[in-house]
């Protein structure tokens, strides 16, 4: 029960902190801001993909891969946002 | 003098003037004031803009001027940077040590306001000193009245990380 609670609450800030991203890009107009919000959106999605078995039945194996390859993309896309020139 | 005169004119000398400080400082009841406002915009004489839970009303004549200024005050750091040079005029390096911001942040910033007309720069020897283009009461009357949310707080504060952790690369 507690991994739950605390399951809903990291997809709950990661909605959060993509909402703050999204209102900084809009004032900033900054792109690497725009791949930060995507970062933060992929690892509420990726959190929610790991409880996917509890809605509906998945294969647990790709269920693993999707969730590692997420992974290496929110890297990726925090690297990105960090590096890329506005 | 009646009554609508008397606010057009108390808005024509206190531009950016919010709804509640109108009505405290003219006395008037809140349905009366909305009454007249309602009247004045109708007419064309007035216009209001709604900015972080307050209302600004500006004359009709400011409607030029206000969009600028609104939008450089949404920023934390932008609206420190005029309440800064309307102390005094500053150069960029003085701005950043008072703000405790690198330069690269400020630099970003002062394109910013001088983009949207908010201040101007002149040089004096090798230094490039800033001033503000507006007039300095309405600035501190619309930023004293600014209240900001919480995630335009946060906002303003990921933007300015966002500037410091990429240093002088900013060129926006």
Excluded: C
Aim: glycine residues 6%; proline residues 2%; without cysteine.
């Amino acid at each position: 029960m507690i991994d739950m609670i605390l399951d809903v609450t990291i997809i709950g800030f990661a909605l959060f902190l993509s909402f703050i991203s999204w209102v900084a890009y809009k004032k900033s107009g900054m792109k690497s801001i725009l791949f930060l919000l995507l970062a933060f959106l992929l690892f509420g999605i990726k959190k929610a993909l790991e409880n996917l078995h509890i809605l509906t039945k998945v294969n647990e194996g790709t269920l693993e891969i999707t969730a590692t390859l997420l992974e290496l993309i929110i890297l990726l896309l925090f690297f990105i946002a960090v590096v890329k020139k506005d | 003098m009646t009554h609508r005169e008397e606010i057009l004119q108390y808005i024509r000398q206190n531009p950016g003037i919010t709804f509640r400080r109108l009505a405290d400082e003219l006395g008037i009841g809140i349905g009366n004031l909305q009454y007249h406002l309602y009247q004045l915009e109708k007419e064309d004489l007035i216009f209001s803009k709604k900015l972080g839970g307050k209302r600004y009303i500006f004359p009709k004549e400011f409607e030029k001027e206000y969009e600028p200024l609104l939008i450089a005050i949404s920023n934390e750091t932008q609206r420190k940077i005029l309440l800064l040079l309307a102390e005094k005029d500053m150069n960029q390096r003085e701005i950043a040590e008072r703000l405790k911001l690198t330069q690269a942040t400020i630099n970003y910033h002062m394109n910013v306001l001088s983009k949207l007309g908010i201040i101007e720069r002149r040089k004096e020897g090798r230094n490039v000193i800033y001033s503000l283009k507006y007039d300095i009461e309405i600035i501190i009357r619309v930023i004293s009245e600014y209240r900001p949310k919480l995630w335009d707080k946060l906002a303003d504060r990921l933007i300015d990380l966002m500037l410091t952790l990429k240093g002088g690369e900013i060129n926006d």
